[in-house]
């Protein structure tokens, strides 16, 4: 798979015109939710090249990541005399971007794709590295594809249009792409930058520089292993505590993802520093940083078992072995790693005590 090609933009109609022209396609589409159509369309529908666009809303959230969306966004590509040269822009958080995705690289086998991401998630996530795909039999992405967008659209503009969690839900993989990362300085670039007056204050924008250099770090390992053999997997750092934690959530009271994820943080860096020596230091410091912004979730240890066989059936797992992706120091992930475990309730138990 070749370089992903992401466009950092400070002029979103440009970006936009250029990026269209590129396709030459006979027949533009974009595809919307609710949210984004009232937020994020006024923005780019005055740009030249989308006046004759052909528009697809679709529910917001992520219950709406199915098959009955999809079938709904093929029939509306197919109404609209969509043909393999045509092109769809998809427009909105990581939902849209990766059902869009599904749904283009399925249509007479393929159309041309451009991803405008418009959460903080999806631009330093989701909508870069190729991963496509839908919810399906209560499980999450389980039908998918691997394809790149043909232009990635990051425009930090769009960040106005969200709220203080939704901003904090995407900096939580800002800080996991930070801890992969060759530059020891990045994590503390974000850890020291006052995302919470950054939240309530939106002219203290985000800077542009820390959304690309959190993409940069993801570019570089999805170059490398495009299918997830390998390397890919230290972009689960997190994540295998992280999907448990969501799921038990999702039984009460959800919690968005990137929560989740900065919890799960948490205790996989717990796990990295007993298995793998990472330093203690750095982990009191993300733990504290965590505990600052994202809280505590309302758990206890009557939820372990729960926690532990929601782990067991995570899809990353093989011959039904849990696994992590740990850290020896930052930078320096240690793949395919396993726990026992008691080691992994004392890693919950880290997460709830506040280390
Ligand atoms: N979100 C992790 C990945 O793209 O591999």
Same mark, same amino acid.
């Given at each position: 798979m070749e370089r992903?090609?992401?466009?950092?933009?400070?002029? =979103?109609?440009?970006?936009?015109?250029?990026?269209?022209?590129?396709?030459?396609?006979?027949?533009?589409?974009?595809?919307?939710?609710?949210?984004?159509? @009232?937020?994020?369309?006024?923005?780019?529908?005055?740009?030249?090249?989308? @006046?004759?666009?052909?528009?697809?809303? =679709?529910?917001?959230?992520?219950? %709406?990541?199915?098959?009955?969306?999809?079938?709904?966004?093929?029939?509306?590509?197919?109404?609209?005399?969509?043909?393999? %040269?045509?092109?769809?822009?998809?427009?909105?958080?990581?939902?849209?971007?990766?059902? #869009?995705?599904?749904?283009?690289?399925?249509?007479?086998?393929?159309?041309?794709?451009?991803?405008?991401?418009?959460?903080?998630?999806?631009?330093?996530?989701?909508?870069?590295?190729?991963?496509?795909?839908?919810?399906? #039999? #209560?499980?999450?992405?389980?039908?998918?594809?691997?394809?790149?967008?043909?232009?990635?659209?990051?425009?930090?503009?769009?960040?106005?249009?969200?709220?203080?969690?939704?901003?904090?839900?995407?900096?939580?993989?800002?800080?996991?792409?930070?801890? =992969?990362?060759?530059?020891? %300085?990045?994590?503390?670039?974000?850890?020291?930058?006052?995302?919470?007056?950054?939240?309530?204050?939106?002219?203290?924008?985000?800077?542009t520089r820390l959304v690309a250099e959190s993409i940069e770090v993801k570019q570089r390992v999805v170059l490398e292993d495009p299918l997830e053999r390998g390397l890919r997997k230290t972009l689960n750092l997190g994540h295998t505590v992280g999907h448990a934690l969501e799921s038990l959530a999702l039984q009460r009271r959800p919690v968005l993802h990137g929560y989740a994820v900065a919890w799960g943080l948490v205790c996989e860096l717990y796990l990295s520093h007993v298995k793998a020596g990472f330093p203690v230091q750095r982990l009191r410091q993300v733990a504290q940083f965590v505990a600052e912004h994202y809280g505590r979730m309302d758990f206890d240890c009557r939820d372990y078992p729960e926690l532990l066989r929601l782990m067991t059936h995570d899809k990353k797992n093989v011959a039904g072995r849990i696994n992590f992706t740990l850290l020896s120091d930052v930078g320096r992930p240690v793949l395919d790693q396993t726990a026992t475990t008691a080691e992994i309730e004392e890693s919950l138990d880290f997460l709830r005590e506040g280390n």
């Amino acid at each position: 798979m070749e370089r992903q090609k992401v466009i950092i933009s400070e002029d =979103i109609k440009a970006a936009l015109d250029g990026a269209v022209a590129e396709c030459h396609a006979d027949r533009l589409l974009v595809l919307v939710d609710e949210t984004t159509h @009232r937020l994020c369309w006024p923005v780019v529908s005055s740009v030249d090249c989308m @006046r004759d666009a052909h528009l697809i809303v =679709i529910g917001t959230g992520d219950e %709406h990541k199915t098959l009955d969306t999809l079938t709904h966004v093929w029939q509306q590509m197919q109404q609209c005399g969509a043909t393999r %040269h045509s092109l769809l822009v998809s427009l909105g958080g990581g939902m849209v971007t990766d059902l #869009g995705g599904f749904a283009a690289s399925t249509f007479k086998r393929g159309m041309h794709l451009v991803n405008i991401p418009t959460t903080l998630l999806a631009m330093v996530d989701a909508s870069v590295g190729g991963k496509t795909g839908i919810n399906f #039999g #209560g499980l999450k992405n389980e039908l998918g594809v691997f394809r790149n967008a043909s232009s990635v659209i990051v425009d930090t503009v769009f960040l106005d249009t969200l709220d203080h969690e939704n901003l904090l839900s995407g900096y939580a993989e800002m800080l996991k792409h930070a801890l =992969i990362s060759d530059d020891p %300085h990045m994590l503390y670039r974000l850890m020291s930058f006052p995302i919470a007056d950054a939240c309530d204050a939106p002219f203290l924008q985000l800077p542009t520089r820390l959304v690309a250099e959190s993409i940069e770090v993801k570019q570089r390992v999805v170059l490398e292993d495009p299918l997830e053999r390998g390397l890919r997997k230290t972009l689960n750092l997190g994540h295998t505590v992280g999907h448990a934690l969501e799921s038990l959530a999702l039984q009460r009271r959800p919690v968005l993802h990137g929560y989740a994820v900065a919890w799960g943080l948490v205790c996989e860096l717990y796990l990295s520093h007993v298995k793998a020596g990472f330093p203690v230091q750095r982990l009191r410091q993300v733990a504290q940083f965590v505990a600052e912004h994202y809280g505590r979730m309302d758990f206890d240890c009557r939820d372990y078992p729960e926690l532990l066989r929601l782990m067991t059936h995570d899809k990353k797992n093989v011959a039904g072995r849990i696994n992590f992706t740990l850290l020896s120091d930052v930078g320096r992930p240690v793949l395919d790693q396993t726990a026992t475990t008691a080691e992994i309730e004392e890693s919950l138990d880290f997460l709830r005590e506040g280390n």
